[in-house]
């Protein structure tokens, strides 16, 4: 009663079912922080829209990695944790994209298999570098 009153006299009257609008706040401004780590470009605190998803909070830090595993979402909120399989969503048989809240953290987990690439990739680098060493010492 008092908020419709306060904007009467700003002279702000809301339209029918669009409900109140505040003198300098914009909806589409309104922000909260989300904490993303894990297999992300650009892990840490961010801000996105108050009304986003997960799929935007991923966005906001960069989206995920190639060695992120989707199918290892991690969403801890203030109450409880729940995990999701982005990957499942992606594919188009996923259940819907959770929500955010101030303060969730998402954690996104590596995947197990990329573990091969990385360690083909060492034994090339040493293999180089063992060839070009024999190759300077004949």
């Known amino acids: 009663m008092i908020a419709i009153l306060v904007l009467l006299l700003c002279g702000q009257v809301p ?3 669009d409900g109140y609008i505040v003198p300098g706040v914009d909806a589409e401004r309104v922000t909260m ?3 993303i780590w894990g297999e992300v470009r650009d892990p840490g605190a961010h801000q996105i829209p108050w009304n986003a998803d997960l799929v ?3 966005s906001a830090a960069g989206g995920p990695t190639s060695q992120a595993d989707l199918r290892d979402v991690r969403i ?3 109450d409880f944790q729940s995990d999701y ?6 594919d188009g048989h996923g259940s819907t994209v959770p ?3 101030p303060g969730v ?3 996104i987990g590596r995947s197990g298999y990329e573990w091969w690439k990385e360690v083909v990739d060492f034994a090339y680098k040493i ?3 063992v060839n070009l060493i024999l190759v300077v010492t004949q």
């Open 15 to 17: 339209p029918s079912g």
């Open 33 to 35: 922080t989300v904490n």
């Open 56 to 58: 935007a909070a991923l």
């Open 76 to 78: 801890v909120y203030r």
């Open 85 to 90: 399989d982005l990957r499942a969503y992606l």
């Open 99 to 101: 929500s955010m809240e």
């Open 105 to 107: 953290t998402v954690y």
């Open 127 to 129: 293999i180089v570098a």
